[in-house]
């Protein structure tokens, strides 16, 4: 079974992400995600790229899928703050 990335969530439906969820999971929610990157918070110059990976199976039906990002510079982070 391939493994498809996508660079935007809005590639797939809320409905078919959030039926993989087991229960309650405000922070895996297709909505959640979403609202990243519709906020700017992810993607663009954030240098947080989206990199959601999907696993489906022959008939490209989704069985599983896994939320990432992959990060672009180091801006932000404690030990590489330019202020110090």
Known sequence: MPVTTLDSLHALSADTWDALLPGAQPFLRHAF???????????????????????????????????????????GEYVFDHAW
């Open 33 to 75: 995600h979403s609202a990243l990157e519709d906020s700017g918070s992810v993607g663009g110059d954030s240098g947080w790229q989206p990199s959601h990976r999907l696993w489906c199976d022959d008939q490209g039906q989704v069985r599983a899928a896994l939320p990432a990002y992959l990060k672009r510079h180091s801006y």
